[in-house]
């Protein structure tokens, strides 16, 4: 998408409850760009097993469009959405650029668990930047936990989505 010259971006919205996969659905069937956080899960239903896709966060939607192409959606398409406001742009429509949002996705969808090196440091909130694996080249903070270290990729006052990378795959930014 995109038309009269204006760039497309990333707009964070809400879909109402449990309405986040039809709105993928429609946002497919209307041909634009966008990411929902999902997984696909085997649930039990009439005694067989089913895959079902699921969300992994409830009633987030992400749409890449112009302004005016994502309003569109919504006045004149029927997309069940309300853009998130950016409660630091003067309430706006929250958009996200496009690295974080590509770093955002790729967390979300990927892990990787090769073994650490255990010469390497890395301190709580330090910024890093991935130099190895199927992250490569995605930067945000270091989250220690119990078992190890885990990347966080944020999306500025509206949320997180971490992996477990190996200390050896990071490098200090």
């Known amino acids: 998408m995109g038309s009269g010259g204006e760039t497309p971006l990333w ?19 209307f041909n634009v760009e966008h ?3 999902t997984a696909v899960t085997l649930v039990e239903r009439r005694g067989r097993k089913v895959r079902v896709e699921k969300s992994l966060i409830g009633n987030l939607v992400f749409i890449r469009a112009t302004k005016e192409e994502a309003c569109a959606l919504v006045n004149y398409r029927g997309l069940p959405l309300h853009f998130i406001p950016d409660r630091c742009g003067g309430g706006s429509m929250l958009t996200v650029p496009d690295k ?21 440091f890395f301190t709580a909130g330090e910024r890093i930047r991935v130099v190895k694996g199927e992250l490569k080249g995605v930067e945000g903070q270091v989250i220690e936990a119990e078992d190890g270290f885990y990347v966080a990729v944020s999306l500025p006052g509206l949320l997180q989505a971490r992996a477990k990378i190996p200390a050896s795959f990071l490098q200090k930014i």
């Open 11 to 29: 707009f964070a919205a809400r879909a109402g409850n449990c309405q986040e996969i039809k709105a993928k659905e429609k946002l497919q069937k």
């Open 100 to 120: 974080q949002m590509e770093d955002f996705k790729r967390v979300f969808d990927r892990s990787v668990s090769e073994g650490s090196d255990p010469t390497v």
């Open 35 to 37: 990411f929902v956080p």
